[in-house]
């Protein structure tokens, strides 16, 4: 039987692979057609597009995955049965059973392929590409995998940890350097939102260095309200956010510290060889910066770069934090989903062939095929944005595709046995 399964393994395998090559040939001329309009967008030239194209067909393979092995094992199993050798290998004993076996085998070796792909290689491999697209598209954006979003405004140096959905930047460190790119003042806020036109900083606190000069000039002013607490120096504020304990594990206790009170006034904390450090805090604050949303959803973290682990743990930080979790919930339960319609795509195969046999031509096996897997991928992408538009619950809309597709496996089934 080992013959049988490496014979029947070998003609269905190689199927997928031709399959497989020519839709990945498709799909990737498609979507280097689609960024011939970001080209010339700061230095995002061809070299690029084609780079990132390329590192974007680990993430096509594994959405492409489930109607290839279809039309692969549809094809494979085809030929032989054109061929009559099926009809030879039933004759000579060999149950439909035991053929379906030897074809569930090499399902299951692409399943575990899939699943290598999907958790390992696309994430990598989409992130690394989708962060050189955003660097080259954007001269003052840098993006690293530890570091997070770095960005120049000016004399602004922006860090972002964070990249939340809906253009959110998350734990954010602001520097402001003076014109000898001497740092004057840090900015800390738990997350800024962009709302109107008009970026927020949200739970803020600010450390202002200034010289001694410049602190006595402001204790001279016998009005507190002409201190640090003017529209001008408002935007220093000290971190309040409970992800940057850090910043405030420096600072002096508070019976020794002049920390900000409720009215957002400020006072000298220490000074250090003639400079003076100044602490504030805030609840919100507008924030003047020339960088559009737009650009920070281009880097903003995409669910399908993570992992499973990674997108449970970033699924269970939006609902912590009240964010809408449905593009990651969804691609959560479709690492899972994936590979089982990809084995249900297996096992729908054999009855497509086996019921059959020598009355349908190859070229009729592949337009059924096509029809079978272009309907079911358009039922799973309707289920899926209605889902996601209706809000509906996650498990319901993901699996209902998988039931409709059991539930014609096995009508299939009881045709041909």
Not at 136 to 160: C, F, H, P, V, Y
Request: aromatic content about 8%.
């Amino acid at each position: 039987m080992r013959l049988l399964d490496r014979y029947i393994g070998i003609s269905v395998i190689s199927s997928i692979l031709i399959v497989t090559t020519i839709l990945l040939a498709l799909f990737t001329f498609m979507g280097f057609f689609e960024e011939l309009d970001d080209i010339g967008q700061g230095q995002y030239d061809a070299h690029q597009a084609i780079l990132y194209v390329l590192l974007s067909i680990p993430s096509l393979l594994y959405q492409l995955m489930p109607m290839a092995t279809l039309l692969g094992c549809i094809i494979g199993l085809g030929i032989l049965a054109n061929n009559s050798e099926l009809i030879v290998i039933r004759s000579a004993g060999v149950s439909l059973t035991r053929i379906a076996w030897s074809v569930i085998k090499i399902g299951l070796l692409v399943v575990v392929a899939l699943i290598v792909i999907g958790e390992w290689v696309a994430p990598r491999s989409l992130e690394t590409g989708q962060n050189l697209r955003a660097n080259a598209k954007s001269n003052n954006l840098r993006i690293g995998s530890e570091q997070g979003l770095w960005a120049k405004d000016g004399l602004t140096m922006i860090n972002a940890k964070q990249l939340l959905p809906g253009g959110r930047l998350g734990q954010l460190s602001i520097y402001r350097l003076d014109e000898q790119y001497r740092l004057v003042e840090l900015l800390e806020a738990e997350y800024a939102s962009y709302q109107e036109g008009q970026w927020t900083l949200h739970n803020v606190s600010s450390s202002t260095v200034s010289t001694d000069a410049e602190s006595g000039n402001s204790a001279s002013n016998p009005n507190p309200n002409n201190s640090n607490t003017s529209p001008a120096n408002n935007d220093s504020l000290n971190n309040n956010s409970p992800n940057n304990n850090s910043s405030n594990n420096n600072s002096p206790s508070p019976e020794n510290s002049n920390i900000v009170s409720a009215d957002n006034t400020s006072a000298p904390d220490f000074s250090l060889s003639g400079l003076t450090v100044t602490s504030a805090k805030q609840k919100s604050l507008p924030w003047d910066i020339s960088i559009s949303p737009d650009l920070i959803d281009v880097v903003s973290v995409k669910p399908e770069t993570l992992s499973v682990w990674g997108l449970y743990q970033y699924t269970r930080y939006l609902r912590q934090n009240g964010l809408s979790v449905g593009r990651f919930e969804q691609t959560l339960w479709s690492k899972f989903t994936t590979p089982v319609i990809t084995m249900l795509m297996v096992l729908l195969a054999i009855p497509l062939v086996f019921g059959s046999m020598r009355t349908v031509s190859i070229s009729q096996r592949i337009f059924v095929g096509v029809l079978i897997g272009v309907g079911f991928n358009i039922l799973n992408r309707l289920t899926n944005y209605a889902g996601l538009v209706y809000e509906l619950n996650t498990a319901m809309y993901m699996l209902a595709p998988i039931v409709v597709a059991g539930i014609f496996t096995y009508f299939m089934y009881k045709r041909v046995y």
